[in-house]
């Protein structure tokens, strides 16, 4: 009996050293995976005056706030594991200060209901729904965010302004924020490097970042982010990235059904028929485990429809404007699709607001992941596949390009019109499925090069101020307050449908 214990011993003993070999193999073949497009296409960026090709690969400083994760942080986000409902960002969400106007009462919110019975809310100064969050203030959270006072991703950022400093603010959705995993978003990166240029340069300016980014928001919501967050520390830019959540193909197709978010009328904290919402075990797992990635998009290959191409699509129309000239499309008018007209809408309130401030609006084109034809891998780019052909699913894939590439068109077009610079990230990033995580999204090495993109465009404009004397401003004392606030948690159980 005690060798049969023995040789069990030996076996678990064994699957489990090969279980951890096959774990650091395949991480170092993820991160080779990653960095090796960094390397391919990093000379195929032109280096804007005075940039060394070397400042790439620097880190941004240690984040001096980050700090350990309360214990009870970790176990709210094991509550959030033990519901099952994990889709989407919800164990991010357990970090966030919701606005109160938008939760209302949780158990009636379709999405909030789905919480393990804590959150935390703050009360909008104006009293409005939007932002329908800001992230919680000082903070480090179990998924990695680290915020400053503000709630902004980042290191701390003095109210006052101090002499000879250059303040840049970036303003956008996920693509802004970045990952929470990742150790540091684009800004923090060509804030880092800002600060080598003008080293090198021996300028005497340091230049701060705001990272005012967060995941699911509309230009709507930054309208509000902008003037109640991010002006009263009176930045000298703000960078605009954005064009995904109000990127709706249904605008021009209005047969074609919504892709539904939350399937049935329960909570997702009380799934129909009894059964746990959200994954599997496996599906959580795959957050920890790099070798459990690559499993389930190894087995998950044989179930896709087409392999790595585009998936079988019903047809459709699209319902043109009348007139309309798609390669230089009249920008003032009310019937662009895609909700163009509310985002310029928007884009004229923020560079309104910003010029009361002294601050300019710089505008990006967005970059998507998307090429009529174009075939992926079906194991690498798994995720990829699935964003695209189940977010966008109704859509075949020269529809989202061409409309992706109208969008930017306007983009373009709106800087023109208003004198503002204009960074064209979507023709200069490369177009490499090896940077992304979706067709938006990018790996934390598409992440850096996306941030030297906007290095590149940003240093001639820091520089023509600069020359001009405009910068660095002398800026008075502050009238207002910072735009500090004290989130407040609630506790709450749902009980029926929501």
């Known amino acids: 009996m005690g060798r049969l214990w023995l040789n069990i011993l030996l076996v678990l003993v064994s699957v489990a050293v090969c279980t951890v070999a096959a774990e650091f193999v395949v991480r170092q073949l993820d991160a080779d995976a990653a960095n090796g497009p960094m390397g391919r296409h990093l000379d195929e960026i032109a280096l804007a005056p ?7 690969f620097a880190d941004p400083p240690p984040l001096p706030n980050r700090k350990a994760i309360p214990q009870e942080w970790l176990d709210l986000v094991q509550k959030v594991e033990q519901s099952g409902v ?17 939760v209302g009462d949780p158990c009636r919110h379709a999405y909030l209901c789905g919480a393990p019975g804590h959150l935390y ?84 300016v340091t230049f701060e970042i ?37 990127f709706d193909l249904r605008t021009m197709t209005p047969n074609v059904p919504s892709v539904a978010r939350i399937a049935g009328d329960h909570c997702p904290a009380q799934p129909a028929a009894g059964g ?46 009348n007139g309309l000239d798609e390669r230089d499309p009249d920008i003032t008018r009310a019937d662009l699709p895609v909700n163009l007209p509310t985002i310029l809408r928007d884009l004229d309130t923020i560079r309104t607001a910003g010029g009361t401030v002294g601050a300019e609006l710089v505008l990006a084109s967005f970059f998507w992941l998307v090429k009529d034809g174009m075939q992926l891998d079906p194991i690498r780019h798994r995720s990829i596949l699935d964003h695209i052909n189940q977010n966008y699913g109704p859509f075949h894939y020269r529809d989202i390009e061409r409309m992706a590439a109208f969008q ?57 101020h600069l020359k001009s004397g405009a910068w660095p401003r002398k800026i008075e004392a502050a009238k207002k307050p910072p735009p500090v606030f004290k989130p407040r948690p609630i506790t709450f159980v749902c009980t029926g449908k929501s």
Not at 50 to 56: E, Q, S, Y
Not at 149 to 176: C, D, K, L, N
Not at 226 to 244: F, H, K, M, Q, T
Not at 431 to 442: E, G, K
């Open 86 to 102: 994990t889709d989407g960002t919800r164990r991010a969400d357990m970090f966030k200060a919701w606005n109160a106007n938008f």
């Open 408 to 464: 930017n068109r306007v983009f373009a077009k709106y800087a023109r019109a208003h004198d503002l610079a204009f960074i064209d990230v979507a023709g200069l990033m490369p177009f490499d499925p090896d940077l992304f995580v979706d067709a938006i999204h990018n790996s934390y090495a598409g992440e850096r090069l996306r941030a030297w993109v906007f290095l590149q465009g940003l240093v001639p404009i820091v520089e023509r």
């Open 121 to 204: 809310l703050y009360d909008p100064p104006s009293g409005e729904a939007r932002p329908p969050y800001r992230f919680l203030p000082n903070a480090t959270t179990p998924i990695g965010l680290v915020t400053n006072e503000y709630g902004f991703r980042g290191p701390p950022v003095p109210f006052a302004r101090q002499p000879r400093t250059v303040r840049i603010a970036f303003v956008g959705a996920s693509t802004t924020v970045g990952n929470h995993y990742f150790p540091y978003s684009y800004p923090e990166f060509v804030g880092n490097w800002l600060n080598m240029w003008a080293a090198s340069r021996k300028l005497g």
């Open 210 to 246: 705001l990272n005012a980014g967060r995941e699911s928001i509309t230009s709507s919501d930054n309208v509000v982010v902008v003037r109640d967050e991010v002006l009263p520390l009176r930045p000298d830019l703000l960078v605009y990235y954005e064009g995904a959540n109000q």
């Open 50 to 56: 005075g940039v060394d090709r070397a400042w790439f």
């Open 276 to 321: 746990a919402a959200g994954g599997t075990w496996l599906d959580d797992l795959k957050y920890e485990s790099a070798l459990v990635r690559r499993m389930q998009a190894l087995f998950g290959a044989r179930n896709l429809p087409e392999g790595g191409r585009e998936w079988p699509k019903k047809d459709y129309t699209l319902a043109w404007p």
